[in-house]
């Protein structure tokens, strides 16, 4: 009986994660900005769908930037904070 509970909180917790979106933070230089789409492509090819509170004309082409951002269940990379790097 211990086992089959253990086995049914493995499966549950499993499930759960795997919905999940991960974190991510990534660092580099702003290759290309979609005003139209919202969106800024970085030097390692990720590209991020910026929120609503950052504007992508504050963004220049060749800046360095870190950003933190979520892969949505859709492929859709959500940015949720991008902040100027070193």
Same mark, same amino acid.
């Given at each position: 009986?211990?086992?089959?509970? *253990? ?5 549950? @917790?499993? @499930?759960? @994660? ?17 005003? !139209?789409?919202?969106?800024?492509? *970085? ?37 949720? !904070?991008? @902040?100027?790097? !070193?």
């Amino acid at each position: 009986m211990l086992k089959k509970s *253990l086995a049914i909180a493995v499966i549950a @917790t499993s @499930t759960l @994660t795997a919905g999940m979106a991960m974190a991510r933070n990534e660092t580099g230089t702003i290759t290309n900005i979609d005003v !139209k789409a919202d969106q800024i492509t *970085l030097s390692t090819g990720t590209t991020v769908k910026l929120p609503e509170n950052i504007e992508a004309e504050s963004f220049k082409v060749g800046e360095k930037v870190s950003v933190r951002y979520a892969v949505q269940k859709s492929g859709v990379s959500q940015a949720s !904070k991008v @902040t100027p790097a !070193k």
